[in-house]
């Protein structure tokens, strides 16, 4: 018997709590008290007479606990070209705009624009990130200082050589599992248009060696699956197929163009791979097919929500996404009963989850789950009535209703106050490396998109 | 000659000013001064060495200014129903919960219902409202105390006799210029499937009498116009154009029902007729084609953004209605250089001035126009870096970056605190009568929606 058990880490108490996003309605608890020790929840409950001793006690009364929210794909660190590459076609995007401007980036700038990411991210509520870019040691340090978590994947392509695949194999092993768990990390080969088969395969075997996934761009729209099968008669899911991307664990980035033969493929893959949904970009780039979500669903693959990077999504809010794919589906179904606000929760949470590997673990407020909560504040007028909470969550709430951000049991953010970034010392040093960082008179690339 | 001319009423020094949306891109005049009397912008210039002297001088260093924002079709009361009929048809929408709980309304819950609404706007950048309510009194008071610009109908079935168009007229008739001109009146029957055509006549006759518009709901989808063709051999519009309404001059709601005939008729009154946009609810009620605007663009008929009521728009947020449309409007078009941000922010500024008939009054920041004018603060996380000015203000900005909301020159919100509003008193009796607004266990109804 321990009559005065040590003290929790910290305690939140008087939320309403979003427990449940499985059944056919959102279920909140209010009244509830999250106690949180060693960065994992250990009790969730009804609040007692008095909150359990804590180091740190947050009453929340008024507030929305729900899980951090999770963007299962991005390029953090593009940041640094928010706004430098609009209304362009994707072709332009590319060839013309980005992988010319990526050419300017150095290690400290990947630092400064991911650390930039993670204080835009801790501030709409994001709290894992899943990250694929390149100076992924600056992007990890940036992660261990921002108190996010985060897949972290080395991007490579075949054109680099042998050392591609062998640094993002060598990034994986150095970091998986460091900054107390918050870091995992993946083999990224950037694209199969990209990256041969052979280092695919290699890039599956790390991946299986190492028990992380593979994290690629395949069949990111309907052009790229149709020049695949042109070119070689498989689509870009059969190649993760043939290649043992998809038997290793994949997310899949951001699969537009998968079609039908590829849902069936993808089933049987279902309990490691799934696919990233970022609308934004997608419909900024006139894509046309979006991620068919619904048979993809009904076949248990799950589809997670991302952003993408800031230079096509312009933002890293998955409250944005959320709301943007609710809508779209609604539309793209002809059913305004289709993708109800707890299945837009539920993408957020268990389904984004599971994209990651980490079903159980994020995505809920459970006992054994992370400690990665935020709390949401529904008083403002933009809110207000709250006649349906899941609907304040999905269709009315802004970035800046969270209040408090917690990952891993740390609060980086309370009462919109950040407590791991110096904002006016990021800010000024990212203003000064953002300034040159789109020139493109040296006239070179880092890569050529031929989609294929 | 006057060497001390009197002071101004406000000035804004030292701001980047949104000054032409025409062009082929949006030009922003760095180190503006913004001078105003008597609700006028009377000047806009470079920074002088010394501000001009003022009763209120506002440093705007780091803000843009930009017009502020019109929401050219809303029922603002319905903040009342906020999330209360979500993830059903039009069809339940309308006859399951909206009309229903309409039952409800009384004339002191619009007076609250629209003061809400008139604050979520000026925190989020919208200075002008076109209102189509019941109990438009109230409506009117709460602009006289929100200091809101609104252009206000009282909407009117055929089922409620002559007395419903009489009303409308009566009350456009006594409140048109009201307010030191910020409320200006449209006579409004509700839609050509709930108003006869001797009513649209009647409307259009007294709007032409009292020099205003008619607003109302025309080819709301493609169903209406569909039923209206089956029932009657001619669409929504072309009843809209035997009846003289568009002759009148006429605010349309939604026109995403508007067919090919139907854009040649609506080109010959593009100088007084106009459509306005709110692709949320569009997109949540799974309509099938949207307005056509390209279309209408094409024939100069001005397309302005609206949000709806809130009952179906969950939001007041015109930025959000922007933003939407123009990712929206790529992928409809199939062209990602499509609807570039100037376009958007055309569209929201002298587009729907012009669906108003304010053309050259708002929407715009120049000499004469109204003095209604947004501070937006740019220098978030969520903006950072700025290399596009006009993508930031379409892509990243949240309602909350809108620091200061001025109309007809009176500060309504200066650094994100409201001068009108209490918002402990107003939040408190709108959630007290909002409690049973939902109620439907009466069984009744204000109207049946059969769509024709």
Same mark, same amino acid.
């Given at each position: 018997?321990?009559?005065?058990?040590?003290? #929790?880490?910290?305690?939140?108490?008087?939320?309403?709590?979003?427990?449940?996003?499985?059944?056919?309605?959102?279920?909140?608890?209010?009244?509830?008290?999250?106690?949180?020790?060693?960065?994992?929840?250990?009790?969730? !409950?009804?609040?007692?007479?008095?909150?359990?001793?804590?180091?740190?006690?947050?009453?929340?009364?008024?507030?929305?606990?729900?899980?951090?929210?999770?963007?299962?794909?991005?390029?953090?660190?593009?940041?640094?070209?928010?706004? +430098?590459?609009?209304?362009?076609?994707?072709?332009?995007?590319?060839? #013309?705009?980005?992988?010319?401007?990526?050419?300017?980036?150095?290690?400290?700038?990947?630092?400064v624009?991911?650390?930039?990411?993670? +204080?835009?991210?801790?501030?709409?509520?994001?709290?894992?990130?899943?990250d694929?870019?390149?100076?992924?040691?600056?992007?990890?340090?940036?992660?261990?200082?921002?108190?996010?978590?985060?897949?972290?994947?080395?991007?490579?392509?075949?054109?680099?050589?042998?050392?591609?695949?062998?640094?993002?194999?060598?990034?994986?092993?150095?970091?998986?599992?460091?900054?107390?768990?918050?870091?995992?990390?993946?083999?990224?080969p950037?694209?199969?248009?990209?990256?041969?088969?052979?280092?695919?395969?290699?890039?599956?075997?790390?991946?299986?060696?190492?028990?992380?996934?593979?994290?690629?761009?395949?069949? $990111?729209?309907?052009?790229?699956?149709?020049?695949?099968?042109?070119?070689?008669?498989?689509?870009?899911?059969?190649?993760?197929?043939?290649?043992?991307?998809?038997?290793?664990?994949?997310?899949?980035?951001?699969?537009? !163009?998968?079609?039908?033969?590829?849902?069936?493929?993808?089933?049987s893959?279902?309990?490691?791979?799934?696919?990233?949904?970022?609308?934004?970009?997608?419909?900024?780039?006139?894509?046309?097919?979006?991620?068919?979500?619904?048979?993809?669903?009904?076949?248990?693959?799950?589809?997670?929500?991302?952003?993408?990077?800031?230079?096509?999504n312009?933002?890293?809010?998955?409250?944005?996404?959320?709301r943007?794919t609710a809508?779209?589906?609604?539309?793209? +179904?002809?059913?305004?009963?289709?993708?109800?606000?707890?299945? +837009?929760?539920?993408?957020?949470?268990?389904?984004?989850?599971?994209?990651?590997? $980490?079903?159980?673990?994020?995505?809920?407020?459970? $006992?054994?789950?992370?400690?990665?909560v935020?709390?949401?504040?529904?008083?403002?007028?933009h809110?207000?009535?709250?006649?349906?909470?899941?609907?304040?969550?999905?269709?009315?709430?802004?970035?800046?209703?969270?209040?408090?951000?917690?990952?891993?049991?740390?609060?980086?953010?309370?009462?919109? $106050?950040?407590?791991?970034?110096?904002?006016?010392?990021?800010?000024?040093?990212?203003?000064?490396?953002?300034?040159?960082?789109?020139?493109?008179?040296?006239?070179?690339?880092?890569?050529?998109?031929?989609?294929?």
């Open positions: 018997m321990d009559p005065q058990p040590s003290p #929790a880490d910290l305690v939140i108490v008087n939320c309403t709590a979003l427990v449940d996003t499985t059944g056919e309605s959102a279920t909140f608890a209010p009244g509830t008290t999250i106690e949180v020790r060693d960065g994992r929840i250990t009790h969730i !409950g009804p609040d007692a007479a008095q909150p359990p001793a804590a180091l740190e006690v947050i009453d929340a009364r008024g507030m929305v606990a729900m899980p951090g929210l999770i963007n299962t794909h991005t390029h953090a660190a593009m940041t640094l070209f928010r706004g +430098a590459a609009e209304d362009v076609s994707v072709d332009d995007w590319f060839n #013309a705009y980005v992988w010319p401007m990526e050419v300017n980036v150095g290690e400290r700038d990947v630092y624009g991911t650390l930039l990411a993670a +204080a835009e991210m801790i501030e709409c509520g994001v709290t894992t990130f899943a694929h870019y390149f100076f992924m040691h600056q992007a990890a340090q940036a992660v261990i200082d921002s108190g996010l978590r985060a897949n972290l994947g080395s991007a490579f392509f075949s054109s680099q050589g042998p050392e591609g695949l062998e640094q993002s194999v060598a990034f994986a092993e150095q970091w998986n599992g460091k900054a107390d768990g918050r870091i995992t990390t993946c083999i990224a950037h694209a199969p248009y990209t990256v041969h088969d052979d280092d695919l395969r290699g890039a599956a075997d790390a991946a299986r060696r190492l028990g992380v996934k593979v994290h690629t761009h395949i069949a $990111e729209d309907i052009v790229q699956t149709q020049k695949s099968i042109e070119t070689r008669g498989i689509s870009p899911v059969e190649v993760g197929e043939i290649t043992g991307v998809l038997d290793a664990g994949c997310i899949i980035a951001h699969g537009n !163009g998968i079609v039908e033969r590829d849902v069936e493929i993808l089933s893959y279902a309990d490691r791979t799934g696919v990233t949904h970022g609308p934004k970009g997608y419909l900024k780039f006139a894509l046309g097919p979006l991620t068919p979500i619904p048979a993809l669903r009904a076949v248990g693959v799950p589809v997670g929500f991302c952003t993408d990077g800031v230079a096509s312009n933002t890293l809010d998955i409250f944005e996404s959320m943007i809508m779209v589906q609604k539309q793209l +179904a002809d059913d305004a009963t289709s993708f109800r606000t707890v299945e +837009a929760l539920r993408m957020a949470g268990p389904q984004s989850a599971a994209v990651l590997g $980490e079903r159980g673990r994020l995505g809920e407020l459970r $006992e054994g789950a992370y400690a990665d935020i709390l949401v504040d529904t008083s403002g007028f809110c207000q009535p709250v006649h349906d909470l899941a609907a304040a969550l999905v269709y009315s709430v802004q970035p800046t209703d969270v209040r408090t951000t917690i990952v891993h049991g740390n609060v980086l953010m309370r009462d919109r $106050e950040l407590r791991t970034i110096d904002r006016t010392a990021l800010l000024a040093e990212f203003r000064e490396r953002t300034r040159a960082i789109t020139d493109r008179s040296h006239g070179r690339s880092i890569q050529d998109y031929q989609a294929h």
